[in-house]
């Protein structure tokens, strides 16, 4: 079975800072897309980020990027120039698509807290 | 674009009561997905309904039932509610031909007592 890890329960940043999120995932597939969503208070899970395995190019979405080691099995966040709407909780998750649909397995997240 | 709507939003239920959850996908979406996320947790998945059949189940027992529309707007039914079941439960929608990134809602926070 896939499993995603999350090993920090909580990060602290100071605005315009960087910071990392760390995940690691355990998987006997090749082929499957790796995602970070951000969950602020208002629930809603709001897609981040997302690393297709195939790719050896790490992702980029303007502040944010990823270091993705397949060997490793590790897929983490970088979060430039941190600003205060960055306060969240952080999941990495897992996808293997199966015929076309797409099951995501999620960490236990991260909470990201932005310093003034 | 009013995106994936819940409803409701919260509520309140009591052990052994049934309760009915209601998803609408972003506009042009085909397929909806539910998810759990019990309190510190991620989300997990109970089951995603495209075509108005049931296409995959996560780990769920089968007090855990859902249903599909024409319109493909979604119910998800909990039976026999237990205190376990206390819970944020998060709709996503996506358009399975494209394998489209998910869209999710802001939840339905269902508190067991």
């Known amino acids: 079975a896939q499993t995603v890890t999350q090993s920090q329960p909580e990060m602290s940043v100071q605005e315009a800072e960087t910071v990392t999120l760390s995940c690691t995932y355990d998987t006997s597939e090749s082929d499957y897309y790796l995602f970070w969503y951000k969950q602020p208070p208002s629930r809603q899970m709001i897609l981040v980020i997302r690393?297709?395995?195939?790719?050896?190019q790490n992702a980029t979405e303007n502040r944010f990027s990823v270091n993705f080691q397949k060997a490793a099995k590790s897929f983490s966040l970088k979060i430039s120039d941190s600003q205060l709407g960055d306060a969240a909780m952080y999941f990495c998750a897992y996808s293997f698509p199966q015929g076309g649909s797409e099951k995501l397995v999620f960490g236990k997240g991260t909470k990201l807290t932005v310093n003034p | 674009d009013a995106g994936v709507t819940q409803s409701p939003t919260h509520l309140i239920k009591t052990r052994g009561q049934q309760v009915t959850l209601r998803c609408s996908p972003k506009?042009?979406?085909?397929?909806v997905s539910w998810y759990q996320q019990a309190l510190g947790q991620g989300p997990q998945f109970i089951f995603q309904y495209y075509e108005e059949e049931e296409r995959q189940r996560g780990n769920f027992p089968d007090r855990f039932s859902g249903h599909q529309f024409p319109n493909y707007s979604s119910e998800l039914n909990v039976n026999a509610l237990l205190l376990g079941d206390s819970a944020l439960y998060l709709c996503a929608s996506s358009l399975r031909a494209l394998n489209e990134k998910l869209f999710f809602g802001s939840g339905t926070q269902l508190s067991v007592l």
């Open positions: 506009s042009g979406h085909d397929t």
């Open positions: 690393q297709e395995a195939y790719k050896q």
